[in-house]
């Protein structure tokens, strides 16, 4: 887990893991998971944007101003 102020776009969180990463075409915002719906809940309400990032493992990057 990483969390970092950026200069220009505000905080940037990203979570990765050395696992499977995602299946093709998984979209974090369309999953039926319930961990994601929370996420995407606390995203929206601050503005933010969620974006899963494709390569080795799982990674998935969140930026809110």
Known sequence: I???KE???GVR???SDNGPG???GFSPTEG???GFKIIQILVRKRN???RCI???GGAVEI???
């Open 54 to 56: 494709p390569g080795p």
């Open 13 to 15: 969180i990203l979570v």
């Open 32 to 34: 039926e998971s319930l």
């Open 2 to 4: 990483q969390i970092r």
């Open 7 to 9: 200069q220009d776009s």
């Open 63 to 65: 930026l809110i101003p």
């Open 48 to 50: 933010g944007t969620l």
């Open 22 to 24: 995602f299946p093709e």
